[in-house]
């Protein structure tokens, strides 16, 4: 246990349904990222925030998806109109300070949209 | 934007033999090299990372090895045990920057009793 929690860590949900998920991270860590990792993938980097500055968004993130960090500790992770395509692990992650130190991962949020 | 390729995709090596896993990344800026092991159901887990002011890193049975030059660097795993059958990650970020960390395929290494 890395002290990254994830939460739920199985959703099933139906196509159109919108689905979020929340992610703890290690108290005192300032970073936190969102990837993605599909089947036989690496996790595939969403977003990161500062405390509660979103600093990056990569392309991945379609206009269906939306991250926040309201006061700079928990976070979420809203899709909306949920597609098959979407289906996926979503991994939440910390770290204290920026690159380079120790990027810790929870153990996921299973994604399976029929 | 870094691009990180690894290989093999598959590894299998009887027990207690070595294992060695490869990577190339292709953003000479990069500075940091993490390897992640990553079993069923679970989030990656770090094992080991080497950052470029270095070129070898040792922690028990497990090496990585870095060569800034030819921007590649390997995972080494000596005396494999079964239960060091998992999924391995490399990944490239550049060191106090914002660039998130870029992940390899991943390896799966299997060990054969």
């Known amino acids: 246990d890395t002290g990254v929690s994830q939460n739920p860590r199985h959703k099933i949900t139906k196509r159109g349904q919108n689905v979020t998920f929340r992610c703890d991270p290690i108290?005192?860590?300032?970073?936190l990222y969102w990837y993605r990792q599909t089947l036989g993938q690496g996790p595939e980097f969403l977003t990161y925030?500062?405390?509660?500055?979103?600093?990056?968004k990569s392309r991945l993130l379609s206009d269906r998806f939306s991250a926040e960090r309201p006061k700079g500790s928990f976070s979420t992770l809203e899709i909306q109109r949920t597609e098959q395509g979407d289906s996926a692990m979503y991994l939440c992650?910390?770290?204290?300070?920026?690159?380079?130190?120790?990027?810790?991962f929870g153990e996921g949020s299973w994604l399976t949209v029929v | 934007g870094e691009n990180v390729e690894q290989h093999p995709s598959t590894l299998s090596v009887q027990e207690g033999d070595s294992a060695v896993i490869k990577c190339t990344y292709s953003?000479?800026?990069?500075?940091?090299f993490p390897w992640y092991k990553q079993e069923l159901g679970k989030g990656p887990q770090l094992i080991i990372d080497?950052?470029?002011?270095?070129g070898e890193k040792k922690d028990q049975r497990i090496a990585v090895t870095l060569n800034k030059t030819a921007k590649h660097f390997s995972l080494h795993i000596t005396e494999t045990q079964p239960e060091d059958s998992a999924v391995y990650f490399c990944?490239?970020?550049?060191?106090?920057?914002?660039?998130?960390?870029?992940f390899g395929k991943g390896t799966r290494l299997s060990v054969i009793a």
């Open positions: 080497i950052r470029s002011n270095v």
């Open positions: 992650a910390s770290s204290l300070g920026a690159g380079g130190n120790t990027i810790y």
């Open positions: 108290s005192e860590h300032n970073r």
């Open positions: 925030f500062q405390n509660e500055a979103q600093l990056e």
């Open positions: 953003d000479s800026a990069s500075n940091y």
């Open positions: 990944a490239a970020s550049i060191r106090s920057g914002n660039t998130p960390l870029v």
